[in-house]
């Protein structure tokens, strides 16, 4: 199973390469970024009730595309 090191080198390297390529990251995954949903709402660190209320209201709010949940 990989660890945070190995994810993180991992992301490192994908960076890296691309950077070397002159490119960015999302245009080397072929990805458009005008199709990423946005983010109009963020939620931090809280216990998980808490942070399951925040979300159910934030997903009522008129304008929320996306809920963004950190850990």
């Known amino acids: 199973m990989p660890t945070d090191t190995d994810r993180g080198l991992d992301i490192a ?31 931090g660190l809280v216990e998980p009730d808490e942070m399951r209320a925040k979300a159910e209201d934030a997903v009522d709010r008129p304008g929320t595309g996306a809920v963004g949940l950190r850990q």
Do not use: E, H, M, N
């Not at 950077?19 to 990805?31: A, E, M």
């Open 13 to 43: 390297l994908a960076d890296l390469t691309a950077k070397r390529l002159g490119v960015p990251r999302y245009q080397q995954l072929g990805l458009d970024p005008a199709a990423a949903p946005t983010s109009s709402f963020s939620i």
